[in-house]
């Protein structure tokens, strides 16, 4: 399975001058505790970066900054990490964990952002997995019962 394949396709994104008052809006407006940071290029969204709603709390409230005088470019702290939509769900996870981040924008082609794979959208595949492991047992059951059936049969 791929990341494409599991990851969030809709993203709430925000160009880098975007103040740290829109942001906090953006998020709250979308119910969400993230916000991809684009620059277009080409007519394309490529991501630069990632805010989450902690960015804003230690950056900006907990330093009595004025969230308006603050763009988004400025709260970037990290280098973005970014995965091919066509990367192995299991190459992510890792590259995830070595790296200690718990969310990853999905690029296509261009660098051009598809989505967001999120540790959310990990558990929900890995839960899945788990499931179908579970569900291996009735149904070998039910085939030695059917199998038993067919041979007291003859």
Do not use: F
Not at 14 to 39: F, K, S
Not at 56 to 76: F, H, K, N, S, Y
Not at 85 to 90: C, F, K, L, P, R
């Amino acid at each position: 399975m791929t990341v494409g394949e599991i990851c969030t396709r809709t993203v709430v994104t925000c160009g880098p001058d975007a103040t740290a008052t829109e942001v906090a809006r953006l998020m709250r407006d979308a119910h969400v505790g993230d916000i991809v940071v684009v620059r277009e290029r080409n007519g394309r969204q490529e991501p630069i970066g990632i805010l989450t709603d902690r960015d804003l709390v230690v950056q900006v409230l907990a330093q009595e900054v004025d969230p308006g005088a603050l763009r988004a470019c400025d709260l970037i702290r990290w280098e973005i990490v970014t995965a091919p939509e066509d990367q192995a769900v299991y190459d992510a996870i890792w590259d995830m964990r070595r790296k200690g981040i718990r969310r990853l924008p999905v690029v296509g082609k261009n660098n051009e952002l598809k989505g967001i794979l999120t540790a959310d959208d990990v558990a929900r595949h890995l839960a899945q997995q788990l499931g179908d492991v579970a569900s291996i047992a009735p149904h070998q059951r039910k085939r030695e019962e059917n199998l038993l059936e067919t041979t007291a049969a003859r």
